[in-house]
């Protein structure tokens, strides 16, 4: 699934909010500690399992303060789990963030850090409120999901500090898990979130999929297409076929680096780019990491024509 860019505009407001949330915190050194956030916001968290339909309507059905049932229709929230395939939720009328704890517990931060910037966007709280009329659609939670994300990560990633360490490295797999590291966040997240920042000024795409040795003709290969913001500008989207069959016939291991190589990719003039991939696998999900390394010089023939490579 192609990853949405939000525009320019809606990307500063959210930026600000969480800024301000940053700021209200001192401004603290990475990694963030989400209980800290919790705490400012009066937030509280906890967990559902969504392995069995039972349990969950039963967790949803026993939420209760002072005696009272909190929520007059619990079905409507096991319905939207389902629906949308949530692995985590926010309910506002309780402040209460509710995690899948069938989930890898590596997970959790980022789940936690989403459903947070559902929380601090004033817009999306009519729509969580449970009212059927205001119900998302499919197309409207997409949005709302990425309006999320980029605050969850806003905030994971600390503001303007994250991108300008980004700025500072030469975007690659190497750089990913330093920043990983450092931050405390999984090396998805930061993937993304590099991609996201270094990608402003210079085209890179980034895939999340399965190992590349799994890979079916049949079906699609990649969880999620990640393009930067300057690589939507240049180029039209990519093969994901040519992608696909370019990474597996460089990638030759089994866990942690697979393999690089260079693909040619044609921007929306037709000029042919470089673009130099390496794929690392931490036995999850294997990633991708494509950086631009420039036009791919013009060949003049000996009859006056001009080619490529």
């Known amino acids: 699934m192609k990853a949405r860019i939000l525009k320019p505009r809606l990307r500063r407001d959210i930026k600000s909010i969480a800024d301000r949330i940053l700021e209200e915190l001192g401004n603290p050194e990475p990694p963030l500690d989400l209980n800290d956030v919790c705490l400012l916001l009066e937030l509280d968290s906890g967990y559902f399992t ?39 939720l926010y309910i506002p009328d309780q402040k209460r963030i509710l995690v899948d704890d069938t989930i890898p517990k590596p997970k959790h931060r980022w789940l936690q850090a989403h459903e947070i910037g559902h929380s601090i966007l004033p817009w999306h709280q009519e729509m969580m409120l449970g ?48 920043l990983k590291k450092r931050y ?36 699609s290969n990649f969880r999620h297409l990640i393009l930067s913001p300057e690589f939507e500008r240049k180029f039209p989207d990519p093969s994901l076929k040519k992608l696909e069959d370019e990474i597996k016939a460089y990638c030759w291991g089994n866990r942690g680096p697979l393999g690089n190589g260079e693909i040619l990719l044609t921007d929306k003039n037709g000029t042919t780019h ?3 991939f390496e794929t690392f696998y931490n036995g999850y999900d294997a990633l ?22």
């Open 50 to 88: 969504s392995e069995s339909e039972g349990l969950l309507r039963k967790t949803f059905s026993r939420m209760k303060r002072a005696g009272k049932q909190l929520l007059r229709r619990p079905t409507l929230l096991c319905d939207a789990i389902k629906k949308f395939d949530l692995r985590a």
């Open 131 to 178: 009212d059927d009329e205001l119900t998302p659609t499919v197309t409207v939670h997409s949005k709302m999901e990425a309006e999320a994300n980029f605050a969850g990560g806003s905030l994971l990633f600390l503001g303007n500090r994250f991108a300008e360490e980004c700025r500072d490295c030469d975007p690659s797999i190497k750089t990913v898990m330093a």
């Open 288 to 309: 991708t990491l494509g950086v631009h390394q420039g036009e791919v010089p013009a060949i003049v023939s000996a009859f006056g024509g001009f080619g490529s490579p």
């Open 184 to 219: 405390g966040n999984t090396l998805t997240t930061t993937l993304w979130r590099v991609i996201e920042h270094s990608g402003e000024e210079n085209p890179l795409i980034g895939m999340i999929g399965q190992h590349p040795k799994s890979f079916h003709n049949e079906q």
């Open 274 to 276: 470089n673009f130099h």
